[in-house]
């Protein structure tokens, strides 16, 4: 089994094995989606939200799409990762949270809606009911940005999407660096959209993932097509010292949006992956993601799985 370095216990999250006879690396939870509008009053939609281990249970932050349309972000908590109570308190306005544990505290990185276009807000917790926000990350402009876990050549690491004023992605996924989580830097290159699944745009999904084989990301892919946009999932490591540079990366999608679910929504055709908990022990991941920009659903995988997959599939050699 790959060696895994940043993760923590998830043995009371309902772990459900592999279906008999499926051949892919990435399968979903039997009852999704575990989060919906109704876990929420005044609530159209919740998705696109991010969860970490906590204090024996979990605690997340939550995209709540309201009953007037605005977009807001909450926090809650659950005992088993599938039965969440969500505060109606609002932490921050915004959208598609992620949720980074650094040493001891959880940082929260998040889209920040600004005259001038989409921003990165950074805020830090070591509760989940206290905030102090720091500097934007990013500006302008820009959208998913995702921390990683620890310094890396002593600096702070985030991997972010370029955006235009106009909101049209580049489609670019780059990596910053700062010294104190308020200056930021040091812009590199990460990866481009490819072709056909991801042909469109690409952006980081949930906080990296650091095995000895180097950084596993879980990453979004857009394809455009007479329909529109669908958005799936895909995976690729990074070099564990430079995560600029890309090992490793599957040419194809782990999971695509064909459940009903996934399909039919306020955004149709949309997997959108925001937190992966790892198990240091067995190496299981559960993966939330957002579901048609409506609902959060919950798939599995395993470290070695998706490893294995990525490289016999490899799109850089």
Excluded at 277 to 287: N, W
Aim: charged residues 25%.
């Amino acid at each position: 089994m790959a060696a895994i370095i940043n993760g923590e216990s998830i043995k009371n999250l309902p772990w459900q094995d592999k279906p008999e006879g499926y051949k892919y690396p990435v399968w979903r939870y039997t009852q999704n989606p575990v989060i919906t509008r109704d876990n929420l009053f005044m609530a159209n939609s919740i998705f696109n939200s991010a969860v970490v281990p906590y204090k024996g249970g979990f605690a997340g932050v939550f995209r709540v799409d309201t009953r007037t349309r605005d977009q807001v972000i909450v926090t809650g908590f659950s005992d088993d990762g599938i039965n969440w109570n969500l505060s109606e308190k609002v932490i921050f306005e915004g959208y598609d949270p992620r949720i980074c544990k650094i040493e001891d505290k959880y940082y929260l990185s998040w889209v920040k809606l600004t005259p001038k276009g989409t921003v990165i807000g950074v805020a830090e917790t070591a509760d989940f009911e206290t905030w102090a926000e720091h500097e934007e990350a990013c500006y302008p402009v820009a959208r998913n940005g995702v921390l990683f876990p620890r310094k890396i050549d002593n600096e702070y690491k985030m991997l972010i999407r370029p955006c235009d004023r106009g909101h049209t992605p580049y489609g670019d996924i780059f990596i910053q660096s700062s010294p104190d989580l308020t200056f930021w830097g040091k812009y590199r290159f990460v990866m481009s959209p490819v072709k056909n699944w991801e042909m469109t745009k690409i952006g980081a999904g949930p906080t990296p993932i650091e095995t000895d084989e180097g950084w596993l990301v879980y990453y979004h892919g857009v394809l455009t097509s007479c329909n529109g946009f669908t958005y799936s999932m895909g995976a690729a490591i990074l070099d564990r010292d430079d995560p600029s540079k890309v090992l490793h990366r599957a040419d194809s999608y782990l999971l695509a949006p064909h459940e009903l679910y996934e399909t039919v929504g306020d955004v149709p055709n949309v997997v959108f992956p925001c937190a992966a908990l790892v198990d240091a022990d067995t190496g299981r991941v559960a993966i939330y993601y957002g579901a048609a920009d409506t609902s959060v659903g919950l798939a599995f995988t395993t470290i070695d799985e998706t490893i294995k997959y990525i490289k016999d599939n490899d799109l850089i050699g």
